[in-house]
């Protein structure tokens, strides 16, 4: 699992990259904020992280519970659920907007076409509405 890159994924550089594209200014990893988001927005007051499916147990075809070491597999995906949840909550006390966006919206058989996904991010950013996520075409 060393080999596994937990910043700078595919995902989040095309979502990086296309954001800039569109003149928005970030920074990257913030350590001075709860779970490093991949993506801070400090002028919006809003944070993006760009989930894998697999690590975060998202309920959509790119998940599949491993067969080898179930008990393993079952309290890391659980532990990194819960990591979630309260890095959520600290970023919400200190007042900013999350949003979330899937691998499965980005890659595989229900991913979205790419302007879409930086269309809305760009109304999730400019608007006001606290969280959001962003999912694959059938798991809308």
Same mark, same amino acid.
């Given at each position: 699992?060393?080999?596994? #890159?937990?910043?700078?994924? #595919? ?11 569109r003149g928005f200014r970030f920074r990257l990893h913030d ?32 998940? #599949? ?17 819960? #990591? ?26 229900t991913r979205m076409k790419l302007d879409k996904i930086l ?22």
């Amino acid at each position: 699992m060393s080999g596994i #890159k937990g910043k700078d994924t #595919k995902p989040e550089l095309v979502i990086r990259k296309g954001l800039h594209a569109r003149g928005f200014r970030f920074r990257l990893h913030d350590k001075k904020l709860p779970g490093k988001p991949d993506l801070v927005f400090p002028k919006y007051k809003a944070v993006i992280f760009v989930h894998g499916c697999f690590w975060h147990g998202h309920d959509c075809h790119l998940f #599949k519970w491993p067969s080898s070491r179930p008990e393993f597999w079952r309290n890391k995906i659980t532990r990194n659920r819960q #990591k979630d949840s309260s890095v959520a909550e600290e970023l919400h006390n200190l007042g900013w907007r999350i949003l979330v966006i899937w691998e499965c919206a980005i890659k595989g058989k229900t991913r979205m076409k790419l302007d879409k996904i930086l269309s809305q991010v760009s109304g999730w950013l400019l608007g006001g509405t606290c969280d959001y996520q962003i999912r694959g075409l059938d798991d809308e």
